[in-house]
Antibody
């Protein structure tokens, strides 16, 4: 059974940093692209970032480019999102999501999410 | 980036009704479209991929159609457990993969 468990969310001040983690199990992690998608309170879904199964290729939304970095450790079956220069508008539930294949970034399974709150 | 326009933003229907949601892409995306269901406080769940393919385990009352720029999502007979917000998402070529604004479905 596929499981994606996010962690690392919390309260952070504007301008601060945070690293989210997503522990994956139930599938061969290194052979699937992974993504982060976020949802601000009472708002819709926003695609944030994606990474290929090997970790060689990464993509990010313009809204986070230069501030957020997606990475993965295939030896630990873990996906990361390092977030710098956080803003109030980054407040959201962040979902880790699994793709269909190594370079197939469309999402077919989601974790339960971790809440990030940016506030002073 | 490709823009996705989803409508309506909300709708109310009775149990047993046929419900239709539309999604329009700002450019041709072939059939590279997903439909997700999100219940309150829960993660989204994939229902339809490749515009019309039903994900494993999803009830057959859910269906999708369309290609190019215009897509439709249909619930043939609305059930109480279908109360949720529904999102389309395009995945043409490489990311960014944009979502529609969502449709909140309520029971009349």
């Amino acid at each position: 059974e596929v499981q994606l468990v996010e962690s690392g969310g919390g309260l952070v001040q504007p301008g601060g940093s945070l690293r989210l983690s997503c522990a994956a199990s139930g599938f061969t992690f290194s052979t699937y692209a992974m993504s982060w998608v976020r949802q601000a309170p009472r708002m819709g879904l926003e695609w944030v970032s994606a990474i290929s199964g090997s970790g060689v290729s990464t993509y990010s939304a313009d809204s986070v480019k230069g501030r957020f970095t997606i990475s993965r450790d295939n030896s630990k079956n873990t996906l990361y999102l390092h977030m710098d220069s956080l803003r109030a508008e980054d407040t959201a539930v962040y979902y880790c999501a699994k793709g269909w294949g190594s370079v197939s970034y469309s999402v077919n399974y989601w974790g339960q999410g971790t809440l990030v709150t940016v506030s002073s | 980036d490709i823009q996705m326009t989803q409508s309506p933003s909300s709708l109310s229907a009775s149990v047993g009704d046929r419900v239709t949601i539309t999604c329009q892409a700002s450019q041709d995306i072939g059939n590279y479209l997903n439909w997700y269901q999100q219940k309150p406080g829960k993660a989204p769940k994939l229902l339809i991929y490749d515009a019309s393919s039903l994900e494993t385990g999803v009830p057959s009352r859910f269906s999708g159609s369309g290609s190019g720029t215009d897509f439709t999502f249909t619930i043939s007979s609305l059930q109480p457990e279908d109360i949720a917000t529904y999102y389309c998402q395009q995945y043409d070529n490489l990311p960014p993969y944009t979502f529609g604004q969502g449709t909140k479905l309520a029971i009349k």
